[in-house]
């Protein structure tokens, strides 16, 4: 047992949160949206073939934005291919997963299940196999809200109405050498640039989000956002981060260091934008969107990529890809790296856990049969669902490990958000071998609000078995229950065991 202790005074602010910071991510991949959202024929299926029990948990887990259609598969994606008459359309080659696309499921028939969801459409364009020109074409389908060619087939397939897509992707992860189409950075910033200059005169209101890395080890991270920028600069709101985490080796304590990893991602992504604007002697401020994050086991042990299966297969309809079941032990990380995210609630303004059902998801299906969460499920669901208003740094001191990665690492990571009702406190514990007591003190908080506060809900994710999971078999094996929390006067006192997730409402 260790001690630790933190401040929580609201004059710490970082910014005001983006509810975009609680997004998702929809690709056409797997079981994502055939057998995961649409079941024609499942025993909860509305008149749209969209499982309610599924729209149920998606509404649960507080999802604000969700990108669509990928991801990988969008760079070889034609979206025509997705409108019009279901029974008219092609299928076809889903080169990205080695599968068969049925187009049974377009951007109309998502909209939809957006509607049903509550949540706001983010698009993606291909820049892989297709250019500004089919970019365009998009735009003024979803958007314009004049009578063109275009917007006569919006309506003739059921909708007068623009769809009205406020933030767009300007292709995906197209540093990537898997990616169809991949560029170099020089060729990408510049389709970048030319292509979103030509969106915004079609709509001036679009916010566009430039491909930034695929993540920070990428041979080419740093030099490729310093280039790309260079060239979109002017003409993008954001440049993206994508990141996944998992367990190497079995070593535990260094997978608990992976939001310290995300933390330093972010940082250097600033500081490259903010290098960029100082050259162009801007003030201009490039935001992140983290459009892709998550605990993903991409790499099997003899350091092959996992989910890759496929390529050289049978171009199956939906494959169970990327199905990967999330324990105890992912779910403290993964609400270390909402954490993290809150932490940099100024830089990041936009991020979509990637992804939502069956696919590296929070939430599984059976065909035919129940759907349940994942362990993943409750940090998402309590933070987006607790974390309002503004976020608020939270200076801890506390014992510190040493990651092989990253250097000295702190075990407790915290971070609050205020609002017009109450306080969140989020804090995580990420040594493997120690609890600790946490002793928040809360006077700055107390005096500036002019009244005590009392603890009035609390949730621990923590399990003795760190690989513990929820499975078709046993799907409530992992939940949150009431952590030991108590305020007496200006102190809140918390209890923390080991590889532990909490959160904290105060008011
Ligand atoms: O989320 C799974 C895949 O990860 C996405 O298709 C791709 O963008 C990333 O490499």
Known sequence: ????????????????????????????????????????????????????????????????TIRYPGGNFVSGYRWEDGVGPVAERPRRLDLAWHSTETNEVGLHEFQTWLDRVGSELMLAVNLGTRGTQEALDLLEYANADTQTAWTDQRAENGRDTPFGVKMWCLGN??????????????????????????????????????????????????????????????????????????????????????????ARFIESVAAIADTVAATKKSDKRIMISFDEWNVWYLHNADGSESGHEFKGGAWPVAPRLLEDKYHALDAVVFGDLM????????????????????????????????????????????????????????????????????????????????????????????????????????????????????????????EDDLYAANTLEDRERVGVREAEASVDGELLSLALPAVSWTAIRLA
Request: with cysteine.
């Open 1 to 64: 047992m260790t001690d630790a202790t933190a401040r929580l005074d609201p004059h710490y602010e970082i910014a005001d949160i983006d509810r975009r910071l609680f997004g998702g991510f929809v690709e056409h991949l797997g079981r994502h949206i055939y057998d995961g959202i649409f079941e024609p024929g499942h025993p909860s299926a509305d008149a749209d073939g969209f499982r309610t029990d599924v729209i149920e948990l998606v509404k649960e887990l507080g999802v604000s």
């Open 173 to 262: 992860e197209m540093d990537g050498p898997w990616q169809v189409g991949h560029l170099n950075a020089e060729d990408y910033g510049k389709l970048a640039s030319r292509t979103a200059k030509a969106m915004r005169m079609i709509d001036p209101g679009v916010e566009l989000v430039a491909c930034g890395s695929s993540g920070r080890g990428m041979p080419t991270f740093g030099s490729w956002e310093r280039t790309v920028l260079e060239h979109t600069f002017d003409d993008v709101e954001f440049i993206s981060c994508h990141s996944y985490y998992q367990e190497h080796d079995g070593n535990a304590q260094e997978f608990l260091a992976s939001g310290v990893d995300m």
């Open 339 to 462: 954490i993290t995210l809150l932490q940099h609630a100024d830089r990041v303004r936009s991020a979509s856990l990637a992804q939502l059902v069956n696919v590296i998801a929070p939430i599984m299906t059976e065909p035919g049969g129940p759907a349940w969460r994942q362990t993943t499920f409750f940090p998402f669901s309590i933070t987006s669902r607790l974390a309002h208003g503004r976020a608020v740094r939270v200076p801890v001191s506390a014992s510190t490990f040493t990651s092989e990665k990253l250097g000295e690492v702190e075990t407790v990571n915290a971070v609050a958000t205020i609002d017009d009702e109450g306080v969140s406190l989020f804090v995580v514990n990420r040594s493997t071998t120690d609890a600790a007591n946490l002793r928040v003190d809360l006077a700055p908080l107390v005096r500036a609000l002019g009244r005590e506060v009392a603890v009035v809900e609390s949730h621990l994710l923590h």
